[in-house]
């Protein structure tokens, strides 16, 4: 019996560990440069439209889960919602503080000679591949692993080009307890891996 009482206090000790509240959590995600991109409005001019991005993910409605020790999941939901219109005003706000303005426009075949007819100096679209957060609870903690991949297409109208880039950045952590909190900052920290470098030197 005594055992049996002390796998009882040892499991409620560390049940919390990987705890997160069972439900659905909107999280907001914001690109938060790390650096400045002082050539960028040379490279991309001061105008940059934006063609509809892409969610092409099987599943569109959740960018992610978390499944505690107990084995009840926690889903994870973008905010703005869908996720393609959080990544779009994300980089809308970060580029205007590097004096590119964007503006959206209704579509975008993607090809170099219909830039033409655009009126703004570059065209961006992003196809969004995979962006997505699994945790798994356990006894020593939750581990984490989430993965984004992005395909962006920029057309520059004085290069007469378009150029692709195909960026995917994976992590994968256990931390002691799984938050919305500790998600929103794991996937804020990836999406600044993957434009931080590309902001830098888009072509």
């Given amino acids: 019996m005594k055992s049996i009482g002390w796998l009882f206090?040892?499991?409620?000790?560390?049940?919390?560990?990987g705890w997160a509240e069972a439900g659905t959590?909107?999280?907001?995600?914001?690109?938060?440069?790390?650096?400045?991109?002082?050539?960028?409005?040379?490279?991309?001019?001061?105008?940059?439209?934006?063609?509809?991005?892409?969610?092409?993910?099987?599943?569109t409605l959740y960018i992610?889960?978390?499944?505690?020790f107990q084995g009840d999941s926690t889903?994870?939901?973008?905010?703005?919602?869908?996720?393609?219109?959080?990544?779009?005003?994300?980089?809308?706000?970060a580029l205007l503080r590097s004096g590119v303005k964007t503006i959206p426009i209704a579509s975008w075949d993607g090809q170099?000679?219909?830039?033409?007819?655009?009126?703004?100096?570059s065209v961006l679209m992003v196809e969004i591949k995979r962006f997505w957060s699994d945790g798994k609870g356990s006894l020593l903690g939750t581990k984490v692993k989430t993965v984004v991949q992005l395909v962006i297409h920029l057309?520059?109208?004085?290069?007469?080009?378009?150029?692709?880039?195909?960026?995917?950045?994976?992590?994968?952590m256990t931390v002691p307890r799984s938050t919305?909190?500790?998600?929103?900052?794991?996937?804020?920290?990836?999406?600044?891996?993957?434009f931080d470098p590309y902001f830098s030197n888009p072509y």
Avoid: C
């Avoid at 002082?38 to 509809?52: D, I, R």
């Fill in 9 to 17: 206090v040892l499991s409620s000790f560390f049940l919390p560990l």
């Fill in 25 to 59: 959590y909107s999280l907001p995600l914001r690109y938060q440069p790390a650096k400045e991109f002082p050539n960028l409005s040379q490279k991309v001019g001061t105008t940059l439209a934006m063609a509809p991005f892409k969610d092409e993910r099987p599943d």
């Fill in 64 to 68: 992610g889960v978390h499944t505690n």
């Fill in 75 to 93: 889903y994870f939901k973008s905010d703005p919602f869908p996720l393609e219109a959080a990544i779009q005003d994300s980089l809308s706000n």
């Fill in 112 to 121: 170099p000679e219909s830039l033409k007819g655009v009126e703004a100096d």
């Fill in 155 to 172: 057309g520059v109208k004085k290069e007469s080009k378009v150029f692709t880039r195909n960026l995917e950045v994976e992590n994968e």
């Fill in 180 to 194: 919305p909190e500790r998600v929103e900052a794991m996937i804020s920290r990836i999406l600044t891996d993957i």
